[in-house]
């Protein structure tokens, strides 16, 4: 049974850079099946897709981000991690990350969660 | 882009049955996926490709897609599915969520 579990700061200055990681056990990062994902709920609201990266490196990221986001991964570590730049009080949230399965990429769906970080963004 | 839209809230009784729709622009011709986020604690998968149910998903938990309508029922609700429920689809390689609807039981 696959395993992911979040890391990073609790706490970021506004303008500066979000950082999480991601560390997948019981699974791996090389899967073609999969695309390993970011998704964020603000508090009281709804689920938010930041982006996903295939372990080749290849990654879609949310329009609704104006570029300011990056994934990447280390399959040597079977971890991927969240950059998000110029960071604001907005992007407060629990960030999870998630394995979306892709065995048919149009009927894609999400099979496993991790459990959630909550990051604060304020000086 | 393409956007996904759920009814904020639904209400029903304990043992009756409950109907969460999602709906998209021509939904019936993608494939549906539902997650269940109960307080405090990370999504869980319910449904996927529009019916199919995760090994330990109860029979009384279904899915349906057609039109412009999804639809996620669970029948003889319990105390334990009161919970926000979120719709997803795949679009042209980005992930679309529905804004989630809240599931009261009383």
């Known amino acids: 049974q696959v395993q992911l579990q979040e890391s990073g700061p609790g706490l970021v200055k506004p303008s500066q850079t979000l950082s999480l990681t991601c560390t997948v056990s019981?699974?791996?990062?090389?899967?073609?099946?999969?695309?390993w994902t970011w998704v964020r709920q603000p508090p009281g609201k709804g689920l938010e897709w930041i982006g996903y990266?295939?372990?080749?490196?290849?990654?879609y990221y949310s329009p609704s981000l104006n570029g300011r986001v990056a994934i990447s991964v280390d399959t040597s570590k079977n971890q991927f991690s969240l950059n998000l730049t110029s960071a604001t009080a907005a992007d407060t949230a629990v960030y999870y990350c998630?394995?979306?399965?892709?065995?048919?990429?149009?009927?894609?769906?999400?099979?496993?969660w991790g459990q959630g970080a909550l990051v604060t963004v304020s000086s | 882009s393409y956007v996904l839209t759920q009814t904020p809230s639904v209400s029903v009784s304990p043992g009756q049955t409950a109907s969460i729709t999602c709906f998209g622009d021509?939904?019936?011709?993608?494939?549906v996926s539902w997650s269940k986020q109960a307080p405090g604690q990370s999504p869980v998968l319910v449904i996927y490709?529009?019916?199919k149910r995760p090994s330990g998903i109860p029979e009384r938990i279904s899915g349906s897609n057609s039109g412009n309508t999804a639809t996620l029922t669970i029948s003889g609700a319990q105390a334990l599915d009161e919970a926000d429920y979120y719709c997803?689809?795949?679009?042209?390689?980005?992930?679309?969520f529905g804004g989630g609807t809240k599931l009261t039981v009383l």
């Open positions: 998630a394995r979306l399965n892709v065995v048919v990429a149009a009927a894609s769906y999400f099979d496993s």
């Open positions: 019981g699974g791996s990062l090389t899967s073609a099946e999969h695309y």
């Open positions: 990266i295939y372990y080749t490196g290849s990654t």
């Open positions: 021509n939904l019936g011709e993608k494939y």
């Open positions: 490709e529009d019916a």
């Open positions: 997803q689809v795949w679009d042209s390689s980005y992930v679309i």
